[in-house]
T-cell receptor, first 109, second 114 residues
């Protein structure tokens, strides 16, 4: 079966750096997405990786290794507003999105 | 207006009620989706419409009935629901079905079935 694994919850300190990992086993690969979802709000698109390597976008970066079935989302200079759930999703060979259960990130002062 | 709007935001219904969830997108997209989001579980795709035609129905019970009258509007009609159907129902749209673009989500309708 197809599967996306990411930690259920993580805690980090304001101003620090945190890395949220995502591993996947899917039928083919056509890209990996990261979304951010604040409590009670819509998930919003953060990043898309289809080739190996690091994509940087401001304080957020996303990394992909297709050979390892692995991605991470790196958040730098953490702010309280970064407290949210982070969802990893992979598009398989049929262009179906396979979702992880999300990682709840708690930022402490 | 935001890109994808869902109403109502909160809904409480008994198991014998009939209600509908509404979604409207203002992005000119051709594909619309209904997802179910339960606590600590992955998003579950329920239905997909592309150019107003249903292209996916992922073994969803018949007590959920979708309707897509045009490319901007999507409904989810609810009838004789069960308590385990309590969840957040998210609507999303994308430029096309199956392309590599991202999904744009509404804020969801929080459903509680008593």
């Amino acid at each position: 079966g197809q599967n996306i694994d990411q930690p259920t919850e993580m805690t980090a300190t304001e101003g620090a750096i945190v890395q949220i990992n995502c591993t996947y086993q899917t039928s083919g690969f056509n890209g990996l997405f990261w979304y951010q979802q604040h409590a009670g709000e819509a998930p919003t698109f953060l990043s898309y990786n289809v080739l190996d390597g690091l994509e940087e976008k401001g304080r957020f970066s996303s990394f992909l290794s297709r050979s390892k079935g692995y991605s991470y989302l790196l958040l730098k200079e953490l702010q309280m507003k970064d407290s949210a759930s982070y969802l990893c999703a992979v598009r398989d060979s049929n262009y179906q999105l396979i979702w992880g259960a999300g990682t709840k990130l708690i930022i402490k002062p | 207006e935001t890109g994808v709007t869902q109403t109502p935001r909160h809904l409480v219904m008994g198991m014998t009620n009939k209600k509908s969830l509404k979604c409207e997108q203002h992005l000119g997209h051709n594909a619309m989706y209904w997802y179910k989001q339960s606590a600590k579980k992955p998003l579950e795709l329920m239905f997909v419409y592309s150019l107003e035609e249903r292209v996916e129905n992922n073994s969803v019970p018949s007590r959920f009935s979708p309707e897509c009258p045009n490319s901007s509007h999507l409904f989810l009609h609810l009838h004789t629901l069960q308590p385990e159907d309590s969840a957040l129902y998210l609507c999303a749209s994308s430029q096309g079905y199956g392309d590599t673009g991202e999904l744009f989500f509404g804020e969801g309708s929080r459903l509680t079935v008593l």
